[in-house]
């Protein structure tokens, strides 16, 4: 088991931005493969969700910057 260790607010929301690419890249790579109409729906609207996520950190770390 790993000991928590401190993080900052700012570690914290990189981490999530990073974690947040990596689910997009994930869900891109999926659609070229998915040929079912319904899945790629399901697929697009995570993508979506996933995209405001982002959107709110990269928010979140330009007025922590300000």
Not at 24 to 45: H, Q, T, V
Request: proline share 3%; hydrophobic share 45%; aromatic share 4%.
């Amino acid at each position: 088991m790993m000991a928590d260790t401190p993080v900052t607010e700012a570690e914290y929301l990189d981490r999530l931005h990073r974690a947040a690419t990596v689910k997009l890249d994930s869900i891109d790579r999926a659609c070229l493969r998915e040929s079912d109409p319904e899945k790629l729906a399901g697929l697009f609207a995570m993508r979506l969700v996933i995209l405001r996520e982002r959107a709110a950190v990269e928010a979140e770390q330009s007025r922590r910057r300000a």
